[in-house]
């Protein structure tokens, strides 16, 4: 008889429950804020990784996103700023007063964007589309495109975000080429000059930086961005898709530099076995043979290196992708 009465008690509240579950749908469960989708690292940006191209723009897709479990009912015009405030305050969070670290916000020059973007009814993200020009850029500073979202005070049309991460990108620009990117660097031993023959100093991987289509540099030796005088130990690497060289020199004549040898590169892809829409795309660079003077580390005596050995770096493509920058498994 106790089980009768639980079974009728069911059937009779029922109704209400699943219509209660279903009014759940039909209303707002949260808010229609906007925000940028830029989710920071634990360095606190985001980076964007965005092909260079010579004599023409490379272009980069912002989502702007609508919150709710309801779709937006309304035209927006969501307004976009530069915001170097928040820079400010991060660089000084961060690196206190090694100014020489700061991120550097990006100058107009490299980049064009609209001040708004629209948000149609019945859609939750928009694009806004940054155009970059990096001709000339200088990788050794940190570059930063710092936005936020403005209020709209006017009109109230929408609301930005009220978390601060939400309605602001703090974006690391990262042009890349075929040949820029982080190498393994087991294999690259760095001697100080005349003890070749003795213990090696070596690093886990060198970061090689854009300079343009088919140049990069990296820092000499132990030199790192951390170096307040990186700038200063920039050594270029020219590839040369025809002869399978890599050119190596130096703009700084205090540094000595001078190359051994004519070091080679060599491509190779493969098709990963697991995931077959995978391209394996290992680049390696053999035959590194130079020397150069560290001059400003110590004001009393100058050190100078030697650099052999080999690098290699490994990109991991998605054929399934069409855009390269999001192709790429960074």
């Not at 155009?131 to 049309?157: Q, R, S």
């Amino acid at each position: 008889m106790k089980k009768i009465y639980y079974i009728v008690l069911f059937f009779m509240v029922a109704p209400f429950l699943f219509s209660a579950c279903n009014d759940e749908w039909t209303e707002e469960q949260y808010e229609h804020f906007v925000s940028f989708k830029a989710p920071l690292n634990d360095l606190g940006v985001s980076p964007i990784y965005v092909s260079y191209k010579t004599d023409e723009v490379s272009n980069y897709k912002l989502p702007v996103i609508v919150s709710g479990s309801t779709p937006n009912p309304d035209d927006i015009s969501v307004k976009v700023a530069l915001d170097p405030d928040t820079l400010e305050a991060l660089n000084y969070e961060r690196f206190q007063n090694r100014t020489d670290l700061y991120y550097q916000q990006l100058t107009d020059s490299y980049f064009t964007m609209p001040s708004s973007v629209n948000i149609k009814a019945g859609e939750d993200v928009a694009l806004l589309n940054i155009d970059f020009n990096f001709e000339n850029i200088d990788l050794a500073d940190k570059w930063i495109l710092p936005l936020t979202i403005v209020d709209d005070t006017e009109n109230g049309a929408y609301t930005p975000h009220p978390r601060k991460h939400y309605k602001r990108a703090l974006l690391r620009v990262m042009p890349f080429n075929d040949y820029s990117g982080a190498y393994g660097a087991a294999n690259l031993k760095t001697y100080i000059k005349g003890s070749e023959n003795g213990a090696p100093i070596v690093k886990s991987n060198i970061q090689l930086y854009v300079v343009d289509d088919h140049t990069v540099f990296f820092y000499a030796g132990m030199v790192d961005e951390d170096r307040m005088d990186r700038h200063n130990y920039k050594v270029y690497a020219e590839f040369d898709q025809e002869t399978g060289e890599v050119r190596l020199s130096s703009d700084n004549p205090d540094m000595e530099f001078q190359s051994y040898s004519t070091p080679t590169f060599i491509v190779d892809e493969q098709m990963d076995v697991t995931r077959p829409y995978l391209l394996k795309r290992t680049t390696i660079v053999e035959g590194i043979d130079f020397s150069f003077k560290d001059y400003s580390t110590s004001d009393v005596v100058d050190f100078e290196f030697t650099v052999r050995g080999q690098i290699a770096m490994e990109r991991r493509i998605n054929t399934q992708i069409p855009d390269e920058d999001q192709a790429i498994e960074w």
